[in-house]
């Protein structure tokens, strides 16, 4: 007799059940958001990109859907026309190279392989030594390769203690992708705890994080950027935008089946779909709170100048509107395919 497994018991009690997600504007209200005035000229230059080159149907359509200068608009409206180019090929890069490793999960030798190219890559792409051992960088797709261009503009902002520092962040989300096909392979959810400790690894956003202050032409003290402070924003903002992206990509996964989410294993917990989702929400008020607590005390140091206020300031705000422009951009990409189900009042209702 045939037993399912964790995951699929979940999945079949969710299925056709309706999600109702009330309104996540309201909780970001007091924060800023924007898009950036460069929008349109960039995705015009993308989309004449993708259409000249040579890539599969799936993957053209993956990228539309994401809409990569949508993306980079909402989530660095200030940023100006030469950097927003640069986080625009950025966002290209990840998404690629994060569904590449998905993709050879099946063959883990294959991803071990990419996992140590590319990080080959990227610390002699960022100025900061080549192959160990003398041996040449194996990657040939000019994809991944781009991330050479990427560099280039980072090394001409970015001392080598920030490149240091951006490195330590890619690396580790490289290395945290063995947790992601772990978890992927398992056949039941993780708590609620362990899904966390993982998920801030696994969801890529202290790679994109690391290019804050490029974005914001900013340079934060060493002193502060090690501090508890800023690895509780950090850790927030990673914290706030997974949280959105659980919600609202929803369907989306369980149309692909998976259930590895904060909101099934809320639900699991709670046997209440919409309960996890206000609790879900309550979550996410509680981290924008923590959020602002903490950034005023980081801005209120004595030990700050002027211009090193200027700069917190900036990258502070800088966070936020990562948030608040993720949620945007979530609710106008067709990645989600939630816009055809909200409301005018704001809600997105769709039946699972």
């Not at 996540?24 to 015009?44: L, S």
């Not at 180019?85 to 890069?93: A, K, P, S, T």
């Not at 978890?183 to 790679?207: C, H, N, Q």
């Not at 140091?301 to 509107?321: G, H, I, P, Q």
Request: proline share 3%; charged share 25%; net charge negative.
């Amino acid at each position: 007799m045939y037993v399912r497994n964790e995951k699929e018991l979940v999945a079949k009690r969710l299925k056709g059940q309706r999600l109702v997600i009330p309104d996540m504007r309201p909780i970001f209200a007091h924060w800023p958001r924007g898009q950036n005035e460069n929008y349109q000229v960039v995705k015009d230059i993308i989309d004449k990109r993708f259409a000249a080159q040579s890539m599969k149907e799936e993957a053209r359509k993956a990228f539309d859907n994401m809409n990569p200068a949508l993306l980079a608009a909402t989530w660095w409206p200030t940023a100006s026309m030469k950097q927003y180019q640069v986080l625009v090929d950025l966002i290209i890069w990840f998404g690629y190279w994060d569904d590449l490793i998905e993709n050879l999960s099946p063959d883990p030798t294959a991803a071990e392989g990419l996992r140590a190219a590319t990080k080959d890559l990227v610390c002699q792409s960022l100025g900061l030594g080549g192959p160990e051992d003398g041996k040449d960088i194996t990657i040939s797709n000019p994809l991944i390769h781009s991330f050479e261009h990427i560099a280039k503009e980072v090394c001409a902002v970015y001392d080598e203690e920030q490149r240091r520092t951006l490195l330590g962040h890619i690396d580790q989300y490289i290395d945290s992708t063995r947790l992601e096909a772990e978890a992927d392979r398992s056949d039941t959810l993780p708590s609620l705890k362990r899904y966390w400790e993982v998920r801030i690894l696994t969801s890529g956003m202290g790679t994109l994080l690391g290019f804050t202050e490029f974005a914001v032409q900013a340079k934060l003290p060493p002193s502060l950027v090690r501090s508890a402070e800023y690895e509780s924003l950090w850790v927030t903002t990673i914290v706030i935008n997974s949280i959105v992206n659980d919600l609202i990509s929803f369907k989306k996964e369980m149309k692909v089946g998976s259930v590895l989410s904060s909101l099934a294993i809320l639900y699991r917990e709670v046997d209440s779909l919409d309960a996890a989702v206000h609790m879900s929400l309550a979550h996410l008020r509680t981290l924008v709170d923590e959020f602002d607590r903490t950034a005023n005390a980081m801005l209120s140091k004595s030990a700050l100048d002027a211009d090193e206020v200027d700069s917190v300031s900036k990258v502070v705000n800088a966070l936020r509107m990562i948030n608040t422009g993720n949620l945007e951009w979530s609710l106008q990409a067709k990645r989600y395919g939630v816009g055809q189900f909200m409301t005018a009042a704001g809600q997105i209702r769709l039946v699972l």
